[in-house]
């Protein structure tokens, strides 16, 4: 507790212990899915503002225990959508493929000045343009993930596919070029304040974030994406081989961090 | 900002942002790895307390521009380290090809009672024990990792090796056992507070955890791990190969989140 605070501040501070308590008791004895007690409904129950009953929840969902859909209120969160490892579905496929039903929020799409990690990552001189595309990504209604994509221009024609509903996998191959092999990295990082509230989620609260670049059947770069996943909602399986005691020397990562 | 936290409140938050641009452009002239101005020089040069100056630099802690070490002030971070796709090296062998020196402090090393995840993961009966081995995994001085490693009793011979300067997995190879393939998922999370104070993070600072589990040649589950990575120092590559718009129907993922 922060010095200065004072008397009311203490008491409100155990107020919130007490009401995530309680909580994580539904949460322990329920399932994902369930919805759990409203705001009002804590507030009423602990005699707390409501602000106070917010915070407690808040806590809960930054440590991806509750999730909250807008309109619906608030549930106790469902275990995370696993991505297989090794292969690169589009994510209407993905999702598709676990009995899903997937769409996009469209933000923006434009030709747009590349920035210096697109013209690394593609390949391009400065100054640049790119294709930029800024969707969420939805599952049955949930926001999953928040995605950038840049794209060479010469693939300017895919704006014209239903990027909404459909696929921009399907729509690149409809336009002639072939997505291949993707490589890149994962990181973890805290959301703004604007990610946050087009993901619904608390904000600060962490994501999973991968940046890859896709490669054409020639090896062409022609994708470079950033999509930032609500952690408490997606989650990426990975297998290994383990390296023997004695093996070839380290080759450095393919590319630099953003 | 909150509603009543008043004018004195308002005029910190201001000089946050100020102190934090000049901060931010420092970080965007530097190099990773360069001192930044004290506490005490930015609290003079800006005549604020040093909480507020302290606040300013958490802030860009948590956004991972900044990393702290102990005892020798703020740095611009360097870039993260890239760990290589497709090949599980040990963490020493891992940080000795990249020319740093590996160490690690050991928290505790002993049997313990097995939680459910560990009986999942190493298909044990309730209840059981496992040789639990918790860690901070240090590079160079800088701590990367917390990580906790839940073994087959079968492996206790283990712990007589030297495990704060030495390779698990080489201790495992020396007692007859070989490492063979590892499986499990990436998540981000936020760090506790005590997770925090061990990595030297600021509280709430992003994570990047993996979860595994180690067969060994035979198929024989003997390991199950979670490594949390500080978010800033540490990123994972991955490589993937675009499906085809047409392929095998989708299979679960093998193991179901902690």
């Known amino acids: 507790m922060r010095a200065g605070q004072g008397k009311a501040g203490e008491k409100a501070a155990l107020r919130y212990q007490e009401i995530e308590a309680w909580l994580r008791e539904i949460i322990m004895a329920g399932r994902p899915g369930q919805a759990l007690p409203s705001e009002v409904e804590i507030a009423t129950n602990f005699e707390v503002s409501r602000m106070t009953a917010r915070q407690a929840v808040l806590n809960l969902m930054r440590e991806g225990l509750v999730d909250r859909r807008r309109g619906a209120g608030t549930f106790i ?44 990552a593609l390949g391009l001189k400065d100054p640049s343009s790119v294709i930029v595309i800024k969707r969420i990504r939805i599952a049955d209604g949930t926001p999953l993930a928040l995605e950038r994509v840049a794209l060479l221009t010469q693939c300017a024609a895919v704006l014209n596919e239903d990027l909404e509903n459909g696929s921009l996998h399907d729509g690149l191959r409809k336009i002639g070029f072939q997505p291949t092999v993707a490589s890149g990295w994962l990181k973890a990082r805290l959301a703004t304040a604007q990610e946050a509230r087009k993901l619904d989620l608390p904000s ?55």
Chains 1, 2 share one sequence.
């Open 77 to 120: 969160a469902d275990n995370p959508l696993h991505r297989r490892e090794g292969v690169l579905l589009s994510f209407s496929e993905d999702m598709k493929r676990r009995g899903l039903t997937p769409s996009s929020t469209m933000i923006s799409s434009k030709k747009e000045i590349a920035t210096s990690e697109d013209r690394n």
């Open 204 to 258: 600060k609260s962490p994501l999973l974030v991968e940046t890859r670049v896709i490669e054409d059947e020639n090896g062409l770069a022609i994708e470079h994406t950033e999509t930032a996943y609500a952690a408490n909602r997606y989650v990426v399986d990975i297998k290994l081989n383990c390296a023997p005691a004695v093996m070839a020397p380290f080759k450095a990562a393919p590319m630099a961090p953003a």
